[in-house]
């Protein structure tokens, strides 16, 4: 990944599904946990298409079926630094009850 245009939260899978939107248009995580060269599993795949959405980097036009943003494109070429876009909080990206890959809630503690 590019260092100037690089964010600490971006991964590499996030610049491959925006090059893959670029190049094929829409996709959507299951078809692309099926394609060659993406070895990630349809969840993480899923869970960094929500952090793209939320930065404004691709959108969702029926569905789960993603497509890329004027942001996105420019970003592919350099001409947006993904550190000015909104940083993806897990609290934001994710509803109260879907949780990204992995991820567990820390120890509920109840006082009576």
Known sequence: MDDRKSADWMMQLDERIMEYIDREGWVSPRLLARERGF?????????????????????????????ITIEGQLYLDGEIDARHQPFPKASAVFGRWDFPPGWTPGPVRFRI
Do not use: A
């Not at 990630?40 to 497509?67: A, N």
């Open 39 to 67: 070895p990630e599993t349809e969840g993480v795949i899923r869970d960094r298409c929500k952090r793209l959405r939320y930065t404004g980097f691709i959108e969702p036009f029926h569905g789960e079926m993603y497509d």
